[in-house]
């Protein structure tokens, strides 16, 4: 029985992921586009984020009472969004929501210069 843990979503441009841990990040339940029937480019989509956020929070909620939940996004997919307003629309209780997207603060070596 769960009843505060965190969602941790990752939103690329080829898929969603969700993972639903307790409040030590132990995982829980864990879903992607792919397992609820999406394919190729439909994994892309904000609807399939939709379905994906939903039916496994439902299955959290069910299973293991969830309550109240710290939602963890990262990355900058098209189901970044449709994923909160699910997860929003689900009715449980969100205490916080953090952006963990890793962003390089230096970035790549520059080339060479040019000879000549």
Sequence with gaps: MVEKGRIYITATYNNTLVTITDEQ???????????????????????AATVTVQ???TKAIDAH????????????????????????????????ILDVTPVPHN???????RKG
């Design 25 to 47: 990040g132990k995982p829980v339940l864990a879903g992607s586009c792919g397992m609820f029937g999406f394919s190729g480019t439909r994994k892309s989509t904000p609807y």
């Design 55 to 57: 039916t496994t929070l």
């Design 65 to 96: 009472q969830l309550r109240e939940v710290a939602v963890y996004i990262k990355g900058i997919g098209p189901g970044r969004t449709a994923s909160l307003k699910a997860i929003k629309a689900a009715g449980v209780d969100i205490s916080r």
């Design 107 to 113: 970035g790549v070596r520059p080339p060479k210069l």
